[in-house]
Every structure is written in structure tokens, then in C-alpha cells.
């Protein structure tokens, strides 16, 4: 009485059809945020990223041997990559709100003094740990202020200049 059910499990497995399509969401989805992993990691990290993006992409050929295990395989890596790059470019998000807000308070500071801040001792963070991130902030050489920010690497920067814009230098 056991033997067709124990069989049953044994021979278990999706279709291919199935595992293309989870196979097509995951990779896509890792796929896109790759972009973001030069503005939130560098070009070093992005290299690893690219890489690991394509090993869950070959991933898919383990369906040769067993496909339910070619899906397990994509969607652990895969959502692995997702929640990371996910949680990275939150942070990177939270960082940049923040700043906005910096260029704000330093524009209407100007407006009510004619002149930019020297520090940001009168700006409130909306997030206390964002002012860890922050290198430099003060007025530039001519009419203007400029700010200097990382994320994760201080050998990764970002800066806002009030004459050219906001910048970005990866490691």
C-alpha cells in the first residue's frame, strides 16, 4: 500500500514549462536591478553581481537531472541576489532622501541669509545614521555649497554641487 505513493513522490517533478516561467521572472528581476549595483555597491561588486546573475541563469540546465530541484536552486540564489540589491537600493533610497532634504535646508538658508550654511548644525536628519554617510558639507569657491556622501564604501561617492548637480564616482 505504500509502494504507489513512495513512487509517486520519486517521480515528482515540474514541467518545463513552469520552470522557465520561474526561472524567467527571478533571473529578469535580478536581471534589471544589476543596474543599481553600480550605484549602490561599485563596479567591482556589479562585476560579481553580473556573475552570479548568469550562474542562476545556468542554473536552469539542473532540470536536465531534475527540474523541481532547477527551481529550488533559481529561486534560493536568485532571491537571495533580489532581497540584497532589494535592501541595498532601499538604503541608497533613504540616503538620497535625506540629502534632498540637506540641499533644501542649505537652498532656503541661503534665501533667508543670502548666503549657504557652513555646517549642517541647524538641519534636522530624518534618519540619525545618514550623518555618518556624510564626508563633507560647506560652501565651494564662488557663489555655491556642495556636499560629499557615500553609501556603503567610503571609497564610493556621491556629491552634490549647487553649480553642476549631483555626481557619482564608483571604487
Known amino acids: 500500500m505504500n509502494e504507489p505513493n513512495q513512487q509517486r513522490r520519486q517521480t515528482f517533478d515540474i514541467s518545463w514549462l513552469l520552470l522557465?516561467?520561474?526561472?524567467?521572472?527571478?533571473?529578469?528581476s535580478i536581471g534589471l536591478l544589476q543596474f543599481n549595483v553600480l550605484y549602490t555597491e561599485g563596479e567591482v561588486p556589479e562585476a560579481l553581481y553580473r556573475l552570479l546573475v548568469f550562474v542562476t541563469l545556468g542554473l536552469v540546465f539542473t532540470g536536465f537531472y531534475r527540474r523541481i530541484v532547477a527551481a529550488w536552486l533559481v529561486v534560493s540564489l536568485g532571491g537571495a541576489l533580489l532581497l540584497w540589491q532589494a535592501y541595498q537600493t532601499r538604503k541608497w533610497a533613504m540616503i538620497h532622501e535625506d540629502i534632498v532634504s540637506v540641499i533644501r535646508?542649505?537652498?532656503?538658508?541661503?534665501?533667508?541669509?543670502?548666503?549657504?550654511?557652513?555646517?549642517?548644525?541647524?538641519?534636522?536628519?530624518?534618519?540619525?545614521?545618514?550623518?555618518s554617510h556624510i564626508y563633507s558639507f560647506g560652501p565651494n569657491e564662488g557663489d555655491g555649497f556642495g556636499i560629499t556622501y557615500f553609501m556603503n564604501d567610503p571609497g564610493t561617492s556621491y556629491w552634490?554641487?549647487?553649480k553642476t548637480g549631483f555626481g557619482y564616482y564608483p571604487d
Not at 534665501?111 to 534636522?124: A, D, E, H, N
Open 105 to 131: 535646508f542649505a537652498e532656503d538658508t541661503k534665501t533667508k541669509t543670502g548666503r549657504y550654511p557652513m555646517s549642517l548644525q541647524g538641519y534636522t536628519f530624518k534618519r540619525q545614521w545618514v550623518k
Open 20 to 28: 522557465i516561467a520561474i526561472s524567467t521572472v527571478v533571473v529578469g
Open 160 to 162: 552634490y554641487s549647487s
